[in-house]
């Protein structure tokens, strides 16, 4: 008689991805930053592999992987870091002073996919990025989104729809605001900022419930208001 295999769970993608990492030094299955492509096109500053042109304090978001963490002691004893995020643009080099490193040492993990909004600073005439905050990817659309829009056409419109939109967003009470950008028989476009009842989290059934009600593409968000 032939023995049973044992039943091992799978691996999740996480773990598969880590021990690629770890076995191989690199990943074969997937990349861990596919799956977070749209994130990281919303919240995070592209080409800042290069920051010829980038001006003193201008804000940035740094998206990617955290490849590389070297620990430094500042004069007082304190811990503060330069770290390395692989981006889809490549690998940007960032500073962690000590007090937002003391806050956030337990998301600066090898590996962990992060948003750091950061700023730049001149030093000796050369350009270099200062992390203002840790935001681990999973979190970056509710920390970092401040409005909501949705467009909808008025031509044929039922007030049973509006009425249904407006229940939807009930359901999701939050903190950003709603645009509603409507496009009148004529093709202008008249955009109504809704009242602060009509506020929101901006959850993922949101998005499906608001594109099952008035299509595909009819919702985004923006990091702005307005």
């Not at 030094?25 to 980038?54: E, F, I, K």
């Not at 960032?94 to 040492?105: L, P, Y």
């Not at 700023?119 to 000796?124: D, Q, T």
């Amino acid at each position: 008689n032939g023995h049973a295999k044992p039943k091992v769970p799978d691996w999740t993608e996480h773990a598969t991805l880590v021990a690629e990492k770890e076995m191989l030094g690199m990943y074969v299955s997937n990349h861990p930053l596919q799956r977070w492509g749209d994130v990281l096109r919303h919240y995070t500053t592209p080409g800042l592999t290069d920051l010829a042109g980038r001006t003193e304090g201008e804000e940035v978001a740094i998206g990617g992987l955290l490849s590389q963490l070297k620990l430094h002691l500042t004069a007082k004893g304190k811990k503060m870091a330069f770290v390395t995020m692989d981006t889809p643009d490549g690998p940007v080099e960032a500073t962690v002073f000590s007090d937002i490193f003391e806050r956030c040492e337990s998301m600066l993990t090898a590996d962990a996919v992060l948003v750091l909004p950061a700023h730049v600073n001149y030093r000796k005439e050369v350009a270099g990025l200062i992390v203002d905050n840790v935001i681990p990817i999973d979190q970056a659309t509710r920390l970092l989104t401040e409005a909501v829009h949705i467009r909808m056409s008025t031509l044929g419109l039922q007030s049973s729809i509006v009425d249904e939109l407006a229940r939807v967003l009930g359901k999701y009470p939050g903190h950003c605001d709603v645009y509603l950008h409507c496009t009148l028989p004529d093709a202008r476009e008249v955009t109504v900022h809704a009242n602060q009842a009509c506020m929101v989290e901006p959850a993922h059934r949101l998005v499906q419930e608001i594109e099952e009600l008035i299509g595909e593409r009819s919702l985004w968000y923006s990091v702005a208001n307005g």
